[in-house]
Every structure is written in C-alpha cells, then in structure tokens.
C-alpha cells in the first residue's frame, strides 16, 4: 500500500502569502462586483476535456429536447425523504432528494441496510415510472457521508476532517473516500455531500473540525485525494459503479466569517478569497467534482446563494465548471427578498437545484413553473441548470446501470464497516494523535503497568465521533450504535490484557487500586454546525470539571495522561499544566482502539507506532487570541506544525500561563439559554404531574405536553411545544448556576415566540430563596402567529435581595390547559434602553 505524505514543509510553503493576504493595508477592492462580470486573472481556468465529452452532450440535448417545463422544473427541486411519499416521487419526478443529519428510512434510526436500499429502489422506480409525470428520468439520492457513511448504524466513521489534518496523508486519504464511496453505494445511494474543504481560519466556528487545516496548501491537497477516491479517475468522463458523485462544499468562504460565525459574513477582498479560501475547489474541480454546494455565508453582505457574480461568472464561466450547483439546507431563503417557498433570485444568480426541505418544495415547485412561464426566469437559465444535472447523470452511468437494489455493491451488509475499512479507520486514528507534552518521556506506557481509565469519553464511542454521527449533533447515542466499533477504554483492554498488565475503567477517577498511572480521557461533546459556535477558546468556561479530576489524581502523586477529545484548537494551559502528558485525539471515530496502539508499548517494551501527527491549526496562547493563523504575527501557544515524536525531548514544564490576558467574559453581556439548541449546562425537561423528562433528540414528550425542533431562520433552531394539560416546559440543570452577573437593573430575560397561547402561559425562574415570582406572558407579548421579540426585566423574578447566584432553572414555560407556542433565541442579556413594567 504506498503513501503518498504531505511533507510539512510544502504546507509552510504558503506562509509568505497568507502573510500578505492578512496585510491590513492590502489595496484589492473588498467588496463583489455589483455591475461588473470582468474577473481577474487569478481566478484560474480548470476546464479539462474528457474523452466522452461530445456523446454526453448529445445525449444530455436529447433528452432536454424533449421534456416539458414541469419536468425540467421538478429536477432542479431536491425534497428530503421526510417530506416526500413515493407518490410524490411517482407524480413530480423530482430529479433528486436527500437525507439530511438525523433523517433515515421509515424515521427509523436503526434502519437496516436493506432498508435503506428498499428506500432508495422504491423512490428509483416511481422516477421513471412516467405514468404520471410522462417522466423516465432517473432520480438521484444525495447523503451527509463527510467522515465515513455517518447515518447508518455499524458504518465506518472516520476521524473527522481536522484529525485528518493532523496526519497529512493524502494518500491514505484517497483510500478513506474509495472506502466511504463503497459503503455509501451499498446502501444505494448516488451521491456525497462531501468533501468540505473548508479553510476555517477563526475556532470559534463549530464547523472548525469540518476543515482539514488553516492552511490552504493541505485542504487543497487533500480536496483533489478526496475527491479522486470517492469518484475515482474522472478523466475518462465515466463514474463507476464503485463510486459516487462527490461534492466539493461550501462555495465560498465559509470558513472565514466575523467572529467564526456559522452562516455569517465573510469580508476577506477577492485575492484573499481565491488564495486562502478557493483552493480546495481548484484542486478538488480539476480532479472532476462534479457538483459544488453553495454555501450559507454572505460576502460582503451578500448571501453566496444570491450572488450571481461567485455562482456564475466565476466558478461556472471564469473557472469553467460543468457540473452542477446545489444550494445547502434551504439556504435560498435566506437571500433578501426570498422565502423557502419562493426565490427566483437563486436560479438567477446560477443555483442549479433547491435543497428544499420541509414542506416548502411543493409551493416553491409550483412558483419556479409560473416564474419561468411569466419570464422572471429565463428558460435559457432552467434550461441551463437542467443541462448540467442531466450531464452529471449521464456520466454517473445513472441511465446505464440497473435499479438500485440490483446494482453491484447494492444490499452488500458486509461492506458496512467492513474490517479492511475499519483498519483504514484505525490507521488513521494513529497518524492524527498529537503530542503536546510528555513529560519525562513518560509516553508511551508499558502495557504491564497497572493502568487507570477514566474521564467521560473514555468508553463513549458517540463522544469520540463527535457531531454528524448517526444523528445531526451526534448525541443521543450510546455505545451500543456502533456495533463492531472500538471505544478507547477497548482498545487499551485489549492491549493490556494480552500484555499481563493490570487496566481499571473508573470515569469518576474512584479507583479501587491506586494506580500506577491515570490515563484520563475528556473533551468536547458532541455538535454541528451553528450550535458549535463559541464566543471565547476557554475549554470548560466557568465549570472546569475535567480540570477537578486531573487535580484530584495529581495530588494522590498518580502521574497522569491527557487523552483530549476536541473538535478544533482550546486554550487549555489549566489542563497542560495538570498533565504529566497531553495527546488530542481530536474526534477518532469509531475505530477508538488506535489511541492504545500508540499510546502503549509493545510486550517487548519496544515503540508500537511512533507519535507522528502535527497540528494543522494554530492553537491559543489565550483565549480570546482570534483569530489565529500562521503567518499573522501573532504567537500561538503551539504553532502550526507543532507536535511531539517519541524521540523529542520535551521542555513545557508545568508553568504555562493560566491567567487569562485579554477579552472580556462573554457571560457577563449575555448567557444563551436555546439558541440554535439548548446551551450548556442546561437541559430541556417537560415536567407534569410530578414527573419529568428530559429532551435528549430533536423531540420529547410527557403525558400529554410535546416539544420538538422545528425551523425558523436554520434548521432546527426553534421549539414547538405543544400543551394538551396542566405542566411546564422548561431549561433546568442538576446544580445551581451563578448568574449573579445579571442580578443588575438593566439584566432581561430576552427571547422570540410565536402563537396564540400567549394568555395564562405562565413565565418562571427558579433560583432559591426570593425567586419565587411568574409573570403573566399576556403583560408583554401579544397573540399572534408572527414572530415577536419579549423583554421581561430580570427583577420581575428576584424579591428585595435575592440573588441569581444559584440559579436552578433560568426560564420555563408552564399552562393550566391546552395550548401551542414556539419559542426561540433564549438568553439573559444586559438590555439597553426603558424596559417594560413588572405586573
């Protein structure tokens, strides 16, 4: 098997130019071309011709020729599989769907492959049924497969992409892809939503794991290996049936936002935005990509879904993609004067195909007809974007080859976490580890030591896997999901034991014997997306638990190792210093055996794998030190490219500095209850009748009061609750919170609802003695079934000198009788300006 490495020193080679691009008196115009298509040179060409170039454009004419407008428009409509029947797919004959995070066949998250393939044969066959339609276009299913088939039970799940990183290793990369392309078509299925090649250039966005490295060099490299491995060689024009489309994500600049913001806006000048944040589409396009997800971010203030001067007259007619462009999660409705149900500007700025889920894709199918009819669009346009989907199907062979339950690796069980997959999976576990400290050489441990276990995510295989596993956030899960996967502690059991050495797993740091060494494994829990984004690098801000227990063993003299679980780099100098060694494992996956494999010696006492990984991103000398990238003059705690061999002698000592030198504590200006999801450390519990429950999914329910997720602004970022008797709904966590930070004048519980429950809906904090108060909602919102903001001064709540320093819940709702509300963007917050009366 031969490997092609990355040396480290090609991805230094670009420190020179990312020098230059964060130069604050750089002269390139910061802002798109609103009236001008001229673009510059350096965008380069990338067109390439392929042998069968002139017969898949005679083919994709034909067929065009002879569709009709309804047709044409239901290809470029792509509904999600909770939002579509058969029948649906049998009259529209939509020219693709998806699952998104947390969707799988008959809503059942234990779904069997033949499950899946069922799913997919049967919305297959109603596309080309033509009974109803007139249609016999192959349909195509498109999956969040972005480390391993992540929404199948029992799939591979590879490190996330920053672990990959970490051992930059193109080659092996190459195989990850041919491997996750393989499981992907076993389960029938055409197409990836992946790679992300995403340069995340600021932390604090919780996509950071999603990207590969700050620099643009590896992201680049790694784009055309991934790329190459999920379609395998495209310069024949041909995808096999071994492999899927694949899908280079998110045009453009998502990863380079104000303050890390997901979905926010990017303001790099246009050379910055080729050189920094482009690299991976010029290198993942040139090796044949044959679709590019827009992105949710605006430049400039323009939403790139809208931005016809990015979508068009750059990556379509400047770098001469042919392929197709698909938006992301219903991001055309965010672009000004859209709607999820109505948005011509999309098709117009060169979006290809809607991702329309929920039940918008039946209005917005039936205004896109209407507005190509009265002209808003142009046919010419439609025509165009149908064009390129047709060209995509054809070279996939999607007309050629059979239905999907009868295709060569359809229905192959064995496929699905297969071991020749697994031990890809675990190779790669052990090239990303990263050591920061090893003090006294005491890395790697003899395997007959008496070794103590501990910390949350020792034997926790859903938090090793982090966000997009199995459900969108990856929580919810337990060890038994991943059937045939590794937890660290298993892996360490497996070695010690064939070692004679002696191995307890104790999470809380209790041990029965004291040991002769802890190896203490925490980090990070599980997100994605918006609900991943931090205001400040501080791991474990204002509750540092993990830090107790790296204490708590240091002072019983047990010489302790850091295990850390993160999704991107920390300011985790507390922790550092605790540690005797300190190793990010960043987000393994479901081979977690591989940390031992490194971690400890062999039973002749020799090196089992070397340490070899090295940091792809700068990590903070502070925490609020972003953003923070090679080149910028700023000094880093561990620069870009640090990491320790077995054979470094290690010089960190126990002194770095825990004092934090700049920035203000967030908390103190405002403190997120629910925005885009329930904020630590709370938790969402109905409480009725002397019972309670907790929400741990997307929905709960208890007698008869529900909550479930629904969508506002992004997915998922809001709470229907819906009440059929007397209980109450609310945020609550097992320990008081100090809140005293908001005990002040001007402190406000501040957050949206809609509905016409607003009257005898009761509003409560709880947080001990003189907090006993609820306020009506009716005295300061309105029935109505649009969207308003409440403000309800804080000392509504606290009688005389209360104190919100043991603050229990910090916001419930609760009804005598039946009634709906949805409620979002929940915070406590210092108001500005008259605030309403207290009733």
């Known amino acids: 098997m031969k490997k092609i490495t990355l040396p480290l020193s090609v991805a230094l080679i670009g420190v020179s130019l990312l020098t230059a691009c964060n130069s604050s008196d750089s002269q390139e115009a910061p802002v798109a071309r609103a009236n001008d298509n001229t673009v510059p040179d350096f965008w380069p060409d990338i067109s390439f011709t392929k042998t069968n170039d002139d017969e898949v454009e005679k083919r994709v004419e034909a067929l065009l020729n002879d569709m009709t407008l309804e047709q044409k428009v239901a290809q470029v409509i792509q509904p999600e599989i909770r939002d579509i029947t058969v029948e649906d797919m049998r009259k529209y004959g939509f020219g693709s769907y998806l699952n998104g995070g947390g969707a799988f066949p008959n809503n059942d998250k234990h779904a069997s492959v033949d499950d899946w393939v069922a799913l997919a044969e049967k919305m297959y066959q109603a596309s080309v049924d033509d009974s109803l339609d007139g249609s016999r276009i192959p349909t195509m299913w498109g999956t969040d497969a972005v ?14 992409n920053i672990g990959l990183g970490a051992m930059n290793d193109p080659g092996l990369i190459t195989e990850i892809a041919e491997a996750t392309s393989k499981e992907v078509k076993a389960t029938g299925i055409d197409w990836i939503f992946a790679p992300t090649v995403a340069v995340a250039r600021n932390d604090r966005w919780g996509r950071t794991y999603e990207s590969y490295s700050e620099s643009p060099d590896i992201v680049g490299a790694y784009a055309k290996a991934i790329v190459t491995g999920m379609q395998g060689d495209m310069s024949d024009g041909v995808i096999d049936e071994h492999h899927a489309i694949s899908t280079v994500k998110h045009f453009l600049g998502d990863g380079g936002t104000q303050n890390g913001d997901d979905q926010g806006n990017n303001i790099s000048t246009e050379k910055e935005l080729f050189e920094i944040h482009a690299q991976g589409y010029v290198e993942g396009l040139s090796a044949g990509a044959q679709s590019v997800m827009a992105s949710f971010n ?36 965010q672009i000004e004067g859209c709607t999820n149900d109505n948005c011509p500007q999309a098709m117009n700025a060169g979006l290809d195909i809607y991702m329309v889920p929920t039940s918008a894709w039946k209005p917005l199918y039936e205004n896109l007809v209407e507005q190509v009819k009265d002209g808003t669009i142009a046919t010419a346009r439609l025509d165009d974007a149908v064009r390129r989907i047709l060209r995509v199907k054809v070279r996939a062979g999607l007309f050629e080859q059979p239905s999907p339950a009868n295709r060569v690796l359809a229905g192959k069980k064995e496929l699905i ?3 020749e997959h697994r031990q890809l ?9 990263v050591m920061l400290k090893n003090k006294n050489n005491i890395l790697p441990l003899s395997a007959d030591l008496q070794i103590g276990l501990t910390g949350d995510a020792a034997h926790n295989i859903g938090k090793q896997s982090g966000g997009w596993t199995i459900t969108w956030q990856g929580t919810g899960n337990t060890n038994n999901d991943f059937p045939g996967g590794s937890s660290i502690y298993d892996g360490f059991k497996s070695h010690i034991e064939q070692s004679g050495g002696q191995l307890e797993l104790a999470e809380n740091g209790e041990f029965n014997q004291k040991p002769d060494v802890a190896v203490v494994v925490f980090g990070e829990n599980p997100y994605a997306e918006g609900n991943g984004d931090i205001s400040n690098l501080e791991y474990q801000r204002g509750e540092k638990s993990d830090l107790a227990l790296l204490k708590k063993l240091k002072s019983q003299g047990i010489p302790v190792v850091s295990v850390f679980i993160t999704g991107r780099p920390l300011w985790v100098n507390p922790e550092l210093n605790a540690s005797d060694a300190f190793v990010v494992a960043w987000l393994p996956g479901s081979e977690g055996a591989g940390v031992a494999d ?20 700068s990590w903070p000398a502070d925490p609020s030190q972003e953003e923070l990238n ?30 934090i030198e700049s920035g203000d504590d967030a908390n103190t200006s405002e403190h997120a209850i629910y925005v885009l999801t329930t904020q630590k450390p709370w938790q969402l519990e109905i409480r009725a009748n002397g019972e309670s429950r907790i929400m741990n999914s997307n929905t709960v329910s208890l007698q008869d009061i529900s909550v479930r997720t629904t969508d506002r602004q992004v997915q998922e970022d809001s709470l229907l609750i819906n009440w059929q008797q007397a209980g109450s709904v609310g945020f609550y966590t097992p320990f008081s919170e100090d809140m005293r930070s908001f005990g002040k ?12 429950a607003i009257e005898d809906t009761l509003v409560s904090v709880t947080c001990g003695e003189g907090c006993a108060n609820k306020v009506n909602l009716a005295n300061f919102a309105e029935n109505t079934e649009e969207w308003q903001e409440v403000i309800i001064p804080l000392t509504c709540f606290t009688q005389g000198n209360a104190s919100l320093g043991t ?10 009788k039946a009634g709906e509300l949805t409620v979002s963007n929940i915070r406590y917050l210092h108001h500005e300006g008259k605030l309403p009366a207290c009733q």
Do not use: C
């Not at 999976?425 to 580890?433: C, F, I, N, Q, T």
């Not at 004048?745 to 016409?756: E, L, M, P, R, T």
């Open 147 to 160: 480390h391993g088939h992540n929404n199948v039970i029992g799939a591979t799940l590879f490190p996330h």
């Open 298 to 333: 605006s430049w400039h203030g323009k939403k790139i879904h809208g931005s016809k001067y990015l979508l068009t007259d750059v990556l379509k007619n400047k770098m001469g993609f042919d392929g197709f462009v698909v938006g992301d999660w219903n991001g055309h409705g």
């Open 417 to 419: 976490g297969a071991q």
């Open 425 to 433: 999976a675990r190779e790669a576990v052990r090239k990303s580890l």
């Open 598 to 617: 490194v971690l400890l010696k062999t039973q002749n006492g020799d090196v089992n794998y070397p340490m070899t990984g090295k940091l792809p991103f």
């Open 630 to 659: 090679v080149g910028d003059g700023k000094t880093p705690q561990f620069a870009f490219g640090y990491g320790l061999t077995y054979e470094d002698k290690d010089s960190l000592g126990d002194k770095l500095n825990e004092t």
């Open 745 to 756: 004048a001007q402190s406000v519980i501040a957050f949206d609802v809609k509905g016409s």
């Open 807 to 816: 603050v229990q819940s910090p916001f419930a709702l609760s009804r005598a």
